[in-house]
């Protein structure tokens, strides 16, 4: 009997090392070694109208003989080895995209820019040393914190507003969704119509700035009234101003009333105007997909709660925020993950409006910039390992936080 019991323990632990190891290691040594060779030899075309039918095939095969293989195994233990064979190839693939990367990132990061020698932490130290490094930096706290925070909020009180409608709430929503339908490509080419400037005297097809220079009884952005070329070199116009290209509020009207009244003015004229033009794209984007999300989480709320803090004379805004807050925190929390994460990856905007030029960079651009425009391996890396730092404490927060909801 004790025999026949170690005999199915390694009857299982063998089966187990096929599904989990041997079978996807089998798996995807044959198709790279076969389609290595197959690209040498044939057209690229050629090789996909192989591929599909003969890979198909050839994972047919391999999963019918693990399942053949399984059978042989006791009764008991046959559900666990499918479940492991099935889950094998895709740890394996995990394995070979996510985490080697991942380490093969962080060994390059202490190499130089040819990847050829150790540098040790001089990379490191140019990441936090380095000026143009330094502000792209800054950008990025200040992206993590007021895109996340706005986009949540706005969204939240969206969400608020459109559940207390008796009519229209669907129409309302599907409005403040439809920026999420918009590519980022698409809504940064249209923020930057929007932001568009042009040096005078050309017409300022820019909205704000068309707006800008409109304003006054002698300024017409010019328009031909009367078979006459308006134009706004009146004195009394308002310049116009290139938002994108400001750096800070210092070039604005409004500074001079900020100087001079302290800290607090000292801190608003050093502001990044850029940096905020470019992170409304994100919460214009964004605010939709947490209204809704938040929508769903505040329509979930038992209304006896909310109709017994009504009954205690509770205002809207105490029923707001002493039972919707609390009540959907999970909910909130978990958007302001994804947010947390998207922003950690915005690419698209800061590409296509100034290429992060100006000093409006993030961490993602710069990355590529570092590998594909300076050729500096190492410090693209460096770069890498900072996003990745940033990600692990939300990936960290997350797991701890579906353990503890487990546990309940």
């Known amino acids: 009997m004790k025999n026949n019991t170690q005999q199915e323990k390694l009857l299982r632990f063998g089966i187990s090392s096929l599904a989990l190891g041997i079978f996807p290691l089998i798996w995807f040594l044959s198709q790279a070694i076969l389609f290595r ?6 057209t690229r075309n050629i090789v996909v109208l192989i591929a599909i039918p003969f890979g198909s095939i050839f994972i047919f095969l391999l999963f019918y003989g693990m399942n053949k ?19 094998g190839p895709g740890i394996f693939m995990i394995l070979l995209f996510l985490f080697y990367p991942a380490v093969r990132t962080f060994y390059l990061s202490f190499k130089d820019r040819f990847s050829q020698e150790f540098v040790g932490l001089e990379n490191y130290r140019w990441a936090f040393t380095d000026t143009e490094m330094v502000v792209t930096i800054r ?7 007021f895109v996340v925070f706005f986009t949540v909020f706005i969204g ?3 969400a608020w507003l459109t559940d207390r409608l008796n009519k229209g709430e669907s129409f309302f929503k599907s409005i403040i969704f439809m920026p999420m339908a918009i590519s980022a490509v ?3 080419a249209i923020f ?15 909205i704000i700035n068309g707006i800008r220079v409109s304003k006054g009884e002698a300024c017409y952005n010019n328009r031909i009234i009367e078979g006459e070329l308006k134009g706004y070199d009146d004195p009394s116009c308002l310049e116009a101003v290139g938002w994108l290209q400001q750096r800070d509020l210092s070039a604005l009207p409004i500074a001079n009333q900020l100087q001079g009244t302290g800290l607090f003015g000292d801190i608003l004229v050093n502001l990044p105007v850029s940096t905020f033009l470019l992170m409304a794209i994100m919460i214009w984007m964004y605010t939709g997909f947490a209204a809704v999300v938040l929508s769903a989480a505040i329509k979930a709320i038992p209304t006896e709660i909310m109709e017994a803090g009504q009954i205690d004379g509770a205002s ?13 925190k999970s909910t909130i929390v978990v958007v302001s993950t994804y947010m ?47 996003i990745f730092v940033c990600v692990l404490p939300v990936i960290i927060g997350s797991a701890l936080r579906e353990r503890d909801n487990a546990n309940e």
Do not use: C, H
């Open 192 to 206: 930057k119509f929007i932001y568009e400037y042009r040096p005078t005297p050309l017409t300022q097809i820019g």
């Open 340 to 386: 947390v994460v998207t922003v950690l990856k915005a690419f698209d905007i800061i590409y296509v409006s100034t290429r992060g030029d100006l000093e409006t960079n993030l961490l993602a651009v710069k990355m590529l910039d570092e590998f594909s425009k300076y050729r500096n391996f190492g410090r693209s890396s460096v770069v890498a390992v900072l």
């Open 156 to 158: 939240l009180v969206f």
């Open 139 to 145: 950008n990025q706290v200040l992206w993590l914190i």
């Open 37 to 42: 060779e197959l690209t040498e030899q044939l």
């Open 186 to 188: 698409g809504a940064t």
């Open 69 to 87: 293989l399984i059978d042989f195994a006791p009764k008991d233990a046959r559900e666990s080895l499918e479940a492991r064979m099935f889950v």
């Open 316 to 328: 809207e805004l105490k029923v707001f925020r002493s039972i919707i807050i609390p009540y959907i």
